[in-house]
């Protein structure tokens, strides 16, 4: 049967990446393709219009010359009729070349060329034409020379006849461009592959851990996918540290209530069979007392643990004395430090005053005191002074930290030799930091810990 959550095979994802990478690209393509023909088609389209205007203006200029240069050579032996003739003789010839077609008209209004098949309505609509629908490229030059007798020489070209050349650029550009979406499409393919590699690594690679806790491999791509990687492999090594450390917590609890309750039993057993009596049955009772006061601090520190991370919303702010304050937690330790029958001694001016939860400082201050009472061979010394800030060590003279554990004493369900449940140490770290503080351990120079904390 499986469980929950249990799979034999990877997710499948709704949508592959290497398929929206690839869609992506085509449409880019599609839409870039689009773009760059229509704004080639309008360029190309007023670049010619403007150009052949530019030279059919060019053009009318070189014909006004030509009349003035045959003027000159026939002079004035040639009636009106006769000149006109001679200047559009050579038209004809200019307008099958050009493939345009030229209208000149005479000083009196008249079209004197062609002779056929133009008025005047005829160029107003060949004229409005051109402007609005790009039919034609229609050009009328005023001839500035006095002499000639002609008003006005106006050229008209197809717009079809200028677009033959337009029309092979696009052909070309178009193949061109599809040469290049070709070419484009088969790279990104290969790129998209390439950039997939990682993800499908390290879908893999989770796959694997979550199925046999297999180590997550890092896939080197020098990219952000290899830093998530990197990312993911950190998590779960850190997920692995605290399914180890829960599971030892776990053994450590059960241990932990197993042996006081099995002495609560034994000396209850004996008080009540009568087998202890005088001086024997106050120790017995103390040993009872001591011993539920234990068991009392493994189950809150079972029940922080399951509200730990709501703690940081919770704080509410007064201003305490410390004083009254540590005063306080002692008496709820006291107990345990009566059965270890150690002597507590608290260093501290009761005009002090700090800003914190008075709960949640009191639980620092049982916590430490507890951890101290199970280490500390005779006494146990709080002291609190202050100067830019509030100063506070609880000290014990007790055999004190081995080499390197001052570093791990706060992690969480880290046990120690005479230790609790492996949490109180962690809570009471978290609690200072939340008051804005801060907490380290030391070894004492002569002997025992230190917790010093500044506020």
Same mark, same amino acid.
């Given at each position: 049967m499986k469980l929950f959550g249990d799979t034999d095979t990877k997710l499948k994802p709704k949508k592959s990446i290497k398929k929206r990478l690839l869609l992506y690209v085509f449409i880019i393509l599609f839409v870039t393709y689009v773009l760059t023909t229509l704004t080639y088609t309008k360029l190309s389209s007023a670049f010619i219009i403007e150009d052949t205007q530019s030279d059919l203006q060019r053009i009318a200029e070189i014909l006004e010359k030509n009349f003035i240069i045959t003027i000159e050579r026939t002079g004035n032996t040639l009636t009106k009729r006769a000149r006109l003739l001679k200047l559009v003789s050579d038209v004809e010839i200019f307008d099958e070349f050009m493939k &345009?077609?030229?209208?000149?008209?005479?000083?009196?209004?008249?079209?004197?060329?062609?002779?056929?098949?133009?008025?005047?309505?005829?160029? #107003?609509?060949?004229?409005e034409e051109s402007k609005s629908n790009r039919s034609f490229v *229609?050009?009328?030059?005023?001839?500035?020379?006095?002499?000639?007798?002609?008003?006005?020489?106006?050229?008209?070209?197809? *717009?079809?006849?200028?677009t033959i050349l337009s029309r092979v650029g696009t052909r070309a550009f178009v193949i061109s461009f599809g040469f290049s979406v070709i070419l484009t499409l088969i790279l990104g393919t290969?790129?998209? =592959?390439?950039?997939?590699?990682?993800?499908? @690594?390290? &879908?893999? %690679?989770?796959?694997? *851990?979550?199925?046999? #806790?297999?180590?997550?491999?890092? *896939? +080197?791509?020098?990219?952000?996918?290899?830093?998530?990687?990197?990312?993911?492999? +950190?998590? &779960?090594?850190?997920?692995?540290?605290?399914?180890?450390? =829960?599971?030892?917590?776990? =053994?450590?609890?059960?241990?932990?209530?197993?042996?006081?309750?099995? %002495?609560i039993q034994g000396y209850a057993e004996a008080i009540k069979d009568g087998i202890v009596q005088g001086e024997e049955l106050n120790d017995s009772l103390n040993v009872i007392i001591s011993e539920s006061q234990r068991l009392k601090n493994i189950v809150d520190d079972i029940i922080y643990i399951s509200k730990i991370d709501k703690i940081k919303d919770?704080?509410?702010?007064?201003?305490?004395?410390?004083?009254?304050l540590i005063e306080d937690a002692k008496e709820v330790v006291k107990p345990l430090i009566v059965a270890n029958k150690l002597s507590f001694e608290l260093i501290c001016e009761p005009g002090i005053v700090i800003l914190c939860d008075y709960e949640k400082m009191k639980r620092?201050?049982?916590?430490?005191?507890?951890?101290?009472?199970?280490?500390? @061979?005779? @006494?146990?010394?709080?002291?609190? +002074? #202050?100067?830019?800030?509030?100063?506070?060590?609880?000290?014990?003279?007790g055999p004190g930290f081995e080499p390197g554990q001052e570093e791990i004493i706060f992690d969480r369900f880290y046990h120690g030799k005479k230790g609790g449940s492996g949490i109180g140490l962690s809570l009471t770290k978290e609690l200072v930091e939340k008051h804005g503080g801060q907490i380290y351990a030391v070894n004492n120079i002569n002997y025992g810990a230190i917790f010093k904390m500044k506020f």
């Open positions: &345009t077609e030229t209208i000149i008209i005479s000083d009196e209004g008249e079209i004197i060329y062609p002779l056929r098949g133009w008025d005047h309505t005829r160029l #107003k609509r060949i004229e *229609y050009v009328a030059y005023d001839v500035v020379e006095h002499t000639l007798p002609i008003e006005k020489i106006i050229i008209i070209k197809r *717009y079809e006849d200028l290969l790129f998209s =592959q390439k950039m997939y590699k990682p993800i499908e @690594k390290l &879908t893999d %690679s989770l796959v694997a *851990y979550r199925a046999d #806790k297999k180590p997550v491999e890092v *896939y +080197t791509s020098h990219d952000e996918i290899e830093v998530l990687a990197t990312e993911f492999k +950190t998590m &779960t090594e850190a997920l692995n540290e605290m399914d180890l450390r =829960q599971k030892q917590f776990f =053994q450590n609890s059960s241990h932990e209530l197993k042996t006081p309750l099995m %002495s919770n704080l509410e702010k007064e201003e305490h004395h410390l004083y009254a620092i201050f049982i916590n430490l005191i507890s951890n101290a009472s199970r280490y500390a @061979k005779e @006494k146990i010394v709080v002291t609190v +002074t #202050k100067k830019d800030a509030i100063y506070i060590d609880v000290i014990d003279d």
